[in-house]
Nanobody
Framework: QVQLVEFGGGLVQAGGSLRLSCAAS????????MGWFRQAPGKEREYVAA?????????YTNSSVKGRVTISRDNAKNTAYLQMKSLKPEDAAVYYC???????????????WGRGTQVTVSS
């Protein structure tokens, strides 16, 4: 198993940037595909991005954030990241990271989840 904890959420002005981190512990971090999701109040959870085991391949599934977010990972630090720029009020949500051992790519199902970090964007 792997345990995930998200960091880096907070309040940012529209047009600003934020980098979220997801720290993993437990089983080898590099054994997991990592993903980021978000969920705004009253809305369904949205799949934002995923990155493969080595970090060489990324997958962006959400057209509303494509071009404004970058997923990355540092296997030596057991951490995944979501860099967000040009933030809009509609990006406000709880952001979750998730891990999946594979082998499916891109993953459609994640086995392990963090508890989320709140991102608030002021207009």
């Amino acid at each position: 198993q792997v345990q995930l904890v998200e960091f880096g959420g907070g309040l940012v002005q529209a047009g600003g940037s934020l980098r979220l981190s997801c720290a993993a512990s437990g089983r080898a971090f590099s054994a997991y595909v990592m993903g980021w999701f978000r969920q705004a109040p009253g809305k369904e959870r949205e799949y934002v991005a995923a990155i493969d085991w080595s970090g060489d391949t990324t997958y962006y599934t959400n057209s509303s954030v494509k071009g404004r977010v970058t997923i990355s990972r540092d296997n030596a630090k057991n951490t995944a990241y979501l860099q967000m720029k040009s933030l809009k009020p509609e990006d406000a949500a709880v952001y979750y990271c998730a891990a999946d051992p594979g082998p499916r790519w891109p993953p459609s199902h994640f086995d392990f989840w963090g508890r989320g970090t709140q991102v608030t964007v002021s207009s």
